[in-house]
């Protein structure tokens, strides 16, 4: 499982890179909620510290209790790492983002918790492995992840996407970034609802194909619940 965005910080930086050179195929999507604490060495007091480490999404998810301490973000490689640190450090004034099971795990201790900015703070995870595994086209309702490249030519993305316009394929993602150090070479990564194999995808990617230099699909997976719940909620 790799995490690809969250609600509040947004998306992972270079996961995106990674992906269509990775070798493994998207197979599944997970929706996790995540609870962030401020760990700290036992007997550590919050008007003391002067540093807070994490990994920078997990920073980045907790903008407002940092600023509201005064304390100076460390970035560090992952949350669980940055609290053994911390731990074997033994310094008081140095304090750690990062889960209630890391904390128990390395011997540190929570001065406050569920201290994300937001109650909605969700990571999304793709589900990754060697050997594609595709569902039934009537099975479940699925996801097409694909990267392509359009032709370097006036209006070649709006031409490229026109065909999920007008077949009703409903695009939740798109993003595009540099590859091969050329500016003009911009690849993008998107997501769509529906299969490969449904009549309105086929026509949809087939128009793709035709003003792309290259399309290439990465998975087709189920689509996780937190999709349906979410969009009740935000009826409600």
Known sequence: MIPIENSVAGRVADIHNLLPNSGL????????????????LPGARIERLTHVHSHIHALGQCRNLIRELG?????????????AEIAAAGDPTQAVIASELAGDIYGLVSLRANIEDAAHNTTRFLIM?????????KAVPAMTS????V??????????????ATNGVNITKLESYLVGGHFHAAQFYAEVEG????????????ELDFFSREVRILG?????????ESD?????
Not at 129 to 137: D, L, Q, V
């Open 25 to 40: 195929h998207i197979i599944g999507e997970h929706y996790q909620r995540v609870n962030h604490h401020l760990l700290g």
């Open 195 to 206: 299969h490969p194999e449904h009549h309105n995808v086929r026509l949809a990617l087939e």
């Open 146 to 149: 694909l990267v392509f490249r």
């Open 129 to 137: 492995a060697r050997e594609p595994r595709i569902p039934h086209p």
């Open 71 to 83: 304390l100076e973000a460390v970035v560090r490689l992952d949350t669980a790492g940055a609290a």
């Open 220 to 228: 087709v997976y189920p689509q996780h619940s937190y999709r349906w």
């Open 151 to 164: 032709r370097n030519v006036p209006a070649a993305l709006y031409k490229a996407l026109g065909g999920f």
């Open 232 to 236: 009740s909620d935000s009826d409600d």
